[in-house]
């Protein structure tokens, strides 16, 4: 099929390539010379036409012929001067060029080109994602060729992290140890063991009757993919489907929903999951870095050719970012339910900040803490949540914000 759409578009450029040529070389084959000729010679048979009836006395006649037979003479060597021979070589110079195009273009592609490959319709290619979708390998399959990188903390951070192993080890129904051995393993960049963690914290909160958030699930997918070899494995979709389940604008669930795609050949879906994302993304968000400069091309993939990718949000430098210590000290003159409200009021601000455009793990772990200081700990602890799924990828971040959640009473 590919070689016969490019036969026809050759024939079709050729014919009109060479129409014009060809209607030149029609018009050289009988060049205005000849036809000066005709003329001429009608009236040498017009001048003794007038001789025969008198019109014209012999002398005149005679002095006609002699003019009238210059002209034919001059007009006789132009025609054969200007024959169709130079015409016809301009046109062997045209079609010598096009073929000479042709064929370089043709020898180029057999150069630079794939001819042997074979017509790849749609419905062809569906099939081939559909086939690698299906293909690929279990996360207990995709885990036998993970090897844990040669990380090695200091001697105070590794007698920490022993004793925490020990700790859940001798209590493995607590489900908030296992959620801090998950963020231990993952930063030492042991995701099979952080995968095995973050599963037991979700079997154990579910176990208790506890909220499960979708930032769980895809926190969990995120440490399967990481132990797969950054591979999307049929349980760590399952995962992801039950994060954006729960909430279909998990940042987490919607990467990995977009990642997976484009490991089986669909660009056009990631870019329906990604696009969302960057639409939902808070200004600090890391991952919107990532996929931006991918978008435009997903895009054209998807045959959305009018969209462009929106710009990050800025975040406003006069904003409030919560209450500190100066705050605090213009508050000692208040009374105590102007100095509750006027409190309440800054870390309202703080909140709806970090809702809107995000901000640095300092900020989340202010807070928190403010948010434990006030009493109101189901708040602190659904912003611990955000901030978890947030920092995920960022150990130092994500000790700052448990430290916080541990100053408010929540752990």
Known sequence: MF??????????????????????????????????????????SEVDRDLARGVLDPAEAERLRLEISRKVLDADRAAQGAGPGAAGRRGVFVVAALAAVLAGSVGMYFWLGAPTLPDQPIAARYESAAQSYRDRPSQAEAEKSFKVPDIRPDAETAALIEKLRKGVAANPGDPQGQFLLANVEQALGNYPAAARAAQEYIRLRGERGEKVGASDYSRLAGFMVGAAGDRVTPEAEDQIAEALNR???????????????????????????????????????????????????????????????????????????GPTADDVAAAKDMTPEERQKFIESMVSGLENRLAEQGGTAEEWARLITSLGTLGKTDRARAIWDEARTRFASEPASLTLVDAAATSAGLQ
């Open 3 to 44: 070689w016969a759409i490019c036969a026809g578009l050759v024939a079709i450029i050729a014919t009109a390539v060479l129409a014009p040529l060809r209607r030149v070389n029609s018009a050289a084959a009988e060049p205005a010379a000849l036809f000066d000729l005709q003329v001429y010679r009608d009236q040498l």
């Open 247 to 321: 909430d279909p604008d998990d940042p987490q669930g919607l990467y990995l929903g977009g990642l997976l795609q484009a490991q089986n050949g669909r660009p056009d879906l990631t870019f329906t999951y990604w696009k969302r994302l960057l639409e939902i993304a808070p200004a600090d968000a890391s991952w919107a870095a990532t996929i931006r400069p991918v978008m435009p091309e997903l895009a054209w993939l998807a045959g959305d050719a009018r969209y462009v990718v929106p710009e990050p949000p800025k975040p406003q430098d006069s904003a409030p970012a």
